[in-house]
């Protein structure tokens, strides 16, 4: 009996152990769902052509250009690398008039690059690390020689690099010049000199210096230059190059400005502005004289230099004047286009600006804001939320810094604004058309009304009114309707119902013109019309006819009998004359049918095995693709690709969109064509890049549409619900729209709780001290109720205004040197999750920190609670020692009135920086450890279990049984809660010294972890080893350069991917969250894809178009972490691969045929995939999850 228990214990570990196996053929696949928004660098000049006015503005490892007009920037091109940009400049070489740029990486990729007739050209590329030398603390450092002669580069700490580069030869020479200086700040290339000639600003033990030399290439070599200066403000740290007639160079310090030319020509002014913030960018207008710099705290100043010219017609500076020209978003680069008197404001932590000058004399109104280009970065924590309960997700995410915090809410799909509504109920059909007007615009509502009825509504000036037409049929529902044009030019209405077809006068008096009834007394059942060409297809059952209005009367052109009665009929694509094809779909043999017309005879026939009824059909022209569309009756819609020729139909894609029937229609939104499939989850169908998109419209159901064309809604829609009509906008096609709640305070984290509809968010406020006025609007003085946190019971914490008690939390100094006397608070604000509104703000102790938040249910009670961690930091200490728990509640009453309440409080002996709910328990790391509390209503928080294995554990998430821990240092663990012993059990561990940024638990054996040095990856217990009862090393499964920084992973997604069959490609998606301001898409995919699709990836990064700076990929995504340096495996870029999306499709499947008869892919490992039309294809499946 014991070896039989044992035998079956051991098929059941077996079991397990195979089911594991099987669960890790699962590989790891990630695509960018909105690229960096932050912008590190922008830059003004002539660039695509001589003369042109153009902006570029660099955002991570991409860049678009922009032409400047007096209306703004109008988008040309994007260029991107592979690598993310450390610097960049615009330089135009001598005897050339149209500017090059020179782009550098952070791995020390430098290439050459110019516009060519739209595309983005290198001209030269070339690495230039080398494996000695440590980076330099602030940076790479890029100037290049007034006549583009010289590229002087600083990347590692005690090297100077000279680059040359030869037009000819496309060759770039670099030249390494090793200098002694300690803290070299910064450095340009002077003006005015025969030789190349640079100034420096270093420190060292006494100080601060500027001092100029020399570069001698041929001796590879600085020499002394003709003027130092020592012993400058302390805090100097730009220099700006002065161009002729004035010549120089201005250094930038925290408190004055100081010009110097030679030693003897020194000027200095000392704006009080100037030491509130540090100035981190300026540029300079043509002339030499004036410029502007940006500060940290977005104030915007106007340095202007006076000069006079002597007898002999030398120029010497006058004086120098500094003003402040206002306060907009903190930046980080700033871009004047004299021409046209704007000004961008490029920012990594609010949105950037496009600023029209006003005038250069300070007024009220120096400036007006042209546009606004919205950022998330840093996206610094985020929610996934579906408040709609619709499935379609939305995020909502912590971004921007200070006065520039908010809320981004980001949504996937397309907008629809509403403008008017007219309470009509069970109205299943809607046409809009032209009745006695001379104007182009739609004033005539048709409704097709459930119970066999019709409405004509008279619609002018927004106001609605039901009226009788002679010439249309009321007492029956409409089935088809539509204007046409008679032989004269007059306008018509034909109109379809179940015993008649009808055609009315509709420029005079709506008179009846003509009437048909079939002879037989046959009824319609259905019917379609051809745009405005008065042409009709009308199925009788069986039977269908095509009618055309001719001689200003309806005539009957051609009837066929079809073996089954029709369920749906519509034209496909007609020529001027007629002459082209229609659609039909059967009832009992489920089959799609194409026809010619005017002939009605047979052209192609699909039968559809196993599909539902067909309801409506769509043949159209995205781009150069002919496209037809079929909803099914129970939510599914097949699309086929169609040859032109022969009307064949290739590659039939079933996708998902609902339960219910759809209608398909056909629509514009500025000039992009486009359609909407109606059903309880309404669809929009458009092209993009060449591949066809399916996003979901912001709306509650939509049953009918037609487009609406007025004076006061071009490019409308009408649409029905069966409740209600409306008119309404469709927003812009774009995958995802950002609306902006602005905060005006730091947003640090956040949570949803959807039982009470509510966001909590954690915030950082600047207050002022006694002395000083606010003079910003924070989240939390807008608050309906506010309340303060109960003062420590160990502890009493007090500010003095004339010390800095917390270094890291107060920046406080005396009065006459302009520092902001101001100390930052940390609150708990609690918003309504439609409105926004701040409900209530929760504020802390001076010098105590909220850390996290956590929505939960805990024990036996089923009402959630807030719990908010917090604690003292202070300066002195190596970690904190004090800090407490605290379990908010919110209530309401029966008048409405809300209340939070602190329900418990539970002071700890640190700093909780992660918190999560383990089977109704709180878990919190802490420090060191990873704590476990059980709550009660009679004790309240209880210790229950503790785990102290960690240096610092800052982060911590929760699925299923797995607890996952990722320590600052440390890399990642996993634990393991013994309910029977109370205690923590660590399952695995990576012995790997990293510095960890952000943790996932993807299943119960995969884990993902970001850190410090831009990559991510992926980890998984061994399955190969027994289970013991010592830790487990995890292995990995993938790892990569990411090339930003992560903050936050999130379990969902937001787009619809409910494509037939990609729930069986991908698993577990996760959402990304980055410093940069970039979503990114994590899933899993299937193991067989994975090595077809690796393949590809390894073929197709040697020949990626469009690789601005020809770096090579492998290189680009290379691990590095200090001394390890190793190539990336395990992941499928879906940025690199879906590129193949937008190459010409025959372009692309000829190349993917030409590696597989190389032998470079092999689809044979693949199952399912046996050809280049089905790698593609698959492509364009997973390109659907975002």
Known sequence: MLAEQNNQVRIANLAKLFIRHLHSTMSNYIVTAKAATAVTHSLHGSFTAPGSSDLIVFKNSRFEVHSVSAEGLQYLTEGKMFGRIGAAKLFTPKGENKALMVIVTLKQDVAIVEYDNGRIKTLASRNISENFGRPASNG??????????????????STFKCITWNRATSKLSTYSLNYSLTHLSDFVFLHGFQFPMIA???????????????????????????????????????????????????????????????????????????????????????????????QLDGTLSLLKLDIETDAEGKVTLSRMRASILGVTSPPDSLSYMHKESLLFVGSRIADSKLLRLNSLAICDETWTEVESFPNLAPIVDMVLVDMAKQGQGEIISCSGYGKD???????????????????????????????????????????????????????????????????????????????CHMTDGALAIVQVVRSKIQLADASLDGRKLDEWKFPDGSEVSLAACEGTSGRLLVACRHILHYFNVRDDRLQLVTTRTMENEASCVEFGCLSDEGVGVCIVGHWTKICLQLLFVPSLEPVQ???????????????????????????LADGNLIFYSIDENSFALIDGKKVSLGTDSISLKMFKTKNTLSILACTEKPTVIYMNNNKLQFSSLDSSAIYYMTPLFTSAYDNGVLFTNGQCLTIGIVDEIKKLHIRSVVLGETPRRIVWQPENKLVGVLTIRIMDLPGNSSSESSASNRALHSASAPPLRRATLTVDPNSAINEGAVNIGAEDTGVDRSIETHSFLLLDQNSFDVLHAYSMNPLEECTSILSCTMGEDQNPFFILSAAVITADETEPLQGRLLMLRY?????GNSSLNLVHEKEVNGCVYAMASFKSKLLVAMNSSVLLFEWSDVTGLQLVSSCSLFVTAM???????????????????????????????????????????????????YFMAAENSLNITVSQKDLQQQPVSESQVVKSAGRLHLGEY???????????????GISSLVSNPIM?????????IYCQIQDSHFRVLNDLQRCFSDIVPDNVGCIAYDSYRRYVVYEKNAPAFGFIDGDLIEQLLEMPRQEAIRLINGWIAAGRISPERCSNITTAQQIIDLIEELSRIH
């Open 140 to 157: 790479i450092l890029l100037s290049v020689h007034p006549d583009g002669e010289i590229i002087g580069l600083r990347i590692m700490s």
């Open 891 to 895: 209530e309401r009453d029966g008048q």
């Open 200 to 294: 420096l600003i270093y420190g060292d033990l006494v100080g601060r210096h500027v001092i100029t030399c020399r570069i001698s290439l041929d001796e590879q070599e600085f020499e002394n230059g003709p003027w130092s200066r020592g012993h400058i403000e302390w805090e100097a740290h730009t220099l700006i190059a002065v161009p002729p007639p004035l010549c120089g160079v201005i250094v930038v310090g925290c408190s004055s400005l100081l010009y110097i030319k030679d030693n003897s020509t020194i000027s200095t002014v000392s704006p009080p502005f100037l030491s509130k913030s540090i100035v981190n960018c300026y540029d300079a207008a043509p002339d030499g004289l004036t410029y502007f710099l940006g």
């Open 1046 to 1060: 992560i903050n936050v992973f999130k379990h969902g997604a937001l787009s619809m991917y409910s494509y037939a």
């Open 1072 to 1080: 990304i969250g980055t410093a940069e301001g970039s979503i990114l």
């Open 405 to 483: 915090g908010s809320l981004k809410v980001i949504r996937s799909g397309i907008g629809l604004y509403e403008l008017a509504r007219l309470d009509i109920p069970f109205v299943n059909r809607v046409w809009a058309l032209r009745y006695i007007t001379n104007e182009p615009y739609d004033n005539l509502f048709i409704l097709g009304v459930v119970g066999n009825s019709t409405m004509v509504i008279k619609f002018q000036e927004n106001q609605a009114e039901q009226i009788s037409v002679d010439g249309l049929e009321t007492a029956e529902q409409t089935f088809v309707a539509a204007n």
């Open 605 to 631: 026939t699909v039968y559809l095995e196993d599909s539902s009824v067909i309801r409506s059909a769509l043949m159209c022209k995205f781009e150069s693709n002919m496209y037809l569309f079929v909803s």
């Open 955 to 1005: 982060h911590l998430k929760v699925r299923d049984e797995v607890i996952l821990v990722g320590d600052i240092q440390r890399s990642i663990a996993v634990l393991r809660y013994v309910p029977s012993e109370s205690s923590f059990v660590e399952e695995a561990r990576d012995y790997h010294p990293n510095w960890i940024s952000a943790i996932e638990v993807i299943d119960n054996d």
